[in-house]
């Protein structure tokens, strides 16, 4: 008889595991797998390394390692070694046996047909779930904030989807991409340090700054204030200690760094940036959804943590409404409702809506693809069954 099921969100930077008796991930682990590498200035005889290491066991050591991410702009693009990790997020994390939880899988948009067979293949036949189901992480983020109609605007580490939903139907032909996210934001501040005269070279130094990244980084609510006050001033200056003793002062960066979120031309991109692709894709839906989209927009994903981010994308969205749908007219705008949402918990928002999901649905059987069904009637009928990858 199978028991608790087992909740699964793999993204491009972290997974997180668990059992759906808890509302938060069991374990929140980097999603990647490293491999030893000789360095002309490291001797190996400093750490203890196996030929393949993954998740947290990367990173005492990452500085030996050459690092892959099996997950890229949230699709899994080598399964080899993301089984590598899965494999030790059951045995070694969750110490489970296998064939007594079903599993439910947390779906990233846009995901190609090939990967959802993959996904049934590698979870029935090498990891032997005994029962498997899969929902795209947009309807999980709904649930979680008990919506049925909403905009989910989802920001990792890999990438950023905004998708429009209308009574539980994701409307994927309206789903906006931008392929700018943390890791972006990340690389923007060692460049911006970089040009400050401070050095970073090694895996490790890139942690650091992402943890600097975490730490002090934030939206600004008007760029061309904010870039003054740091010209002028040192408002903004903070200081933050390195592992190795180093000070690294952080003033404008701390702001300039996440503003590629919204400005995607200052990394030389051509495309829109956040609030003008949330502002889009609103637009593009129906006319007469159009207002219920506005007033339930909600922000979830590790990089959706940036204080200020709910607040500039409803301010910029406000902008848009009143210039581009009310000709200017300021004082229709006190009648059009347009809601940001940003729970607390919005970094595990899909993850929670998948526990709810897993404990609504575990004694319904017609939620959950079986490994019988998978032997007898094949993968192509059982994908069918979640309907069309989104």
Same mark, same amino acid.
Do not use: W
């Given at each position: 008889m199978s028991t608790t099921p087992v909740v699964l969100d793999l993204g491009t930077g972290y997974l997180k595991a668990g059992l759906s008796s808890r509302q938060i991930p069991d374990f929140v682990l980097q999603n990647t797998v490293g491999r030893p590498i000789l360095r002309s200035d490291e001797s190996f005889s400093k750490a203890k390394l196996k030929d393949i290491m993954v998740c947290d066991e990367t990173y005492p050591v990452r500085q030996y390692l050459d690092l892959t991410l099996p997950v890229e702009h949230g699709i899994v693009k080598n399964w080899e070694d993301e089984a590598l990790v899965l494999d030790y997020v059951f045995k070694e994390k969750l110490k489970i046996r296998n064939e007594d939880h079903p599993l439910l899988i947390t779906e990233a948009p846009l995901n190609p047909k090939d990967n959802r067979k993959k996904m049934c293949e590698i979870f029935f036949e090498q990891f032997n779930f005994p029962r498997l189901q899969v929902c795209p992480q947009a309807l999980l983020v709904l649930y979680a904030q008990g919506l049925?109609?909403?905009?989910?605007?989802?920001?990792?580490?890999?990438?950023?989807?905004?998708?429009?939903?209308?009574?539980?139907?994701?409307? @994927?032909? !309206?789903?906006?991409?931008?392929?700018?996210?943390?890791?972006?934001?990340? /690389?923007?501040?060692?460049?911006?340090?970089?040009?400050?005269?401070?050095?970073?070279?090694?895996?490790?130094?890139?942690?650091?700054? +992402?943890?600097?990244?975490?730490?002090?980084?934030? &939206? @600004?609510?008007?760029?061309?204030?904010?870039?003054k006050i740091a010209n002028e001033t040192t408002t903004f200056v903070?200081?933050? $200690?390195?592992?190795?003793? +180093?000070?690294?002062?952080?003033?404008? /960066?701390?702001?300039?760094?996440? /503003? &590629? !979120?919204?400005?995607?031309? !200052?990394?030389? *991109? /051509?495309? $829109?940036?956040?609030?003008? *692709?949330?502002?889009?894709?609103?637009?593009?839906?129906? &006319?007469? !959804?159009?207002?219920?989209?506005?007033? @339930?927009?909600?922000? @979830?994903?590790?990089?959706?943590?940036?204080?200020?981010? %709910?607040?500039?994308?409803?301010?910029?969205?406000?902008?848009?409404?009143?210039?581009?749908?009310?000709?200017?007219?300021? $004082?229709? *705008?006190? %009648?059009?409702? &347009?809601?940001?949402?940003?729970?607390?918990?919005r970094r595990y928002l899909v993850y929670l809506g998948a526990t709810i999901l897993a404990n609504l649905t575990e004694n319904k059987s017609q939620q959950w693809a079986t490994k019988q069904d998978y032997n007898e009637i094949g993968v192509d009928r059982i994908i069918a069954k979640w309907g069309s990858a989104q």
């Open positions: 049925m109609t909403g905009v989910v605007v989802d920001s990792g580490d890999g990438v950023t989807h905004i998708m429009p939903i209308a009574e539980n139907y994701i409307l @994927s032909h !309206l789903t906006g991409r931008m392929d700018i996210s943390g890791r972006d934001v990340t /690389e923007q501040l060692v460049k911006l340090l970089t040009l400050r005269g401070y050095t970073f070279h090694k895996t490790s130094d890139f942690d650091v700054v +992402r943890e600097i990244k975490e730490q002090l980084c934030f &939206i @600004s609510a008007d760029i061309d204030v904010d870039r903070v200081p933050y $200690k390195l592992n190795d003793g +180093r000070i690294v002062k952080v003033s404008g /960066e701390r702001f300039e760094a996440p /503003e &590629i !979120l919204f400005q995607p031309d !200052l990394i030389g *991109l /051509e495309c $829109k940036g956040l609030s003008d *692709l949330l502002f889009d894709t609103i637009m593009k839906a129906d &006319i007469n !959804l159009r207002r219920n989209l506005f007033e @339930s927009i909600v922000v @979830s994903g590790g990089t959706t943590m940036f204080p200020g981010l %709910s607040e500039r994308l409803q301010n910029d969205l406000k902008k848009s409404v009143l210039t581009k749908v009310l000709g200017g007219n300021s $004082k229709s *705008l006190e %009648s059009y409702k &347009i809601n940001v949402e940003d729970p607390p918990n």
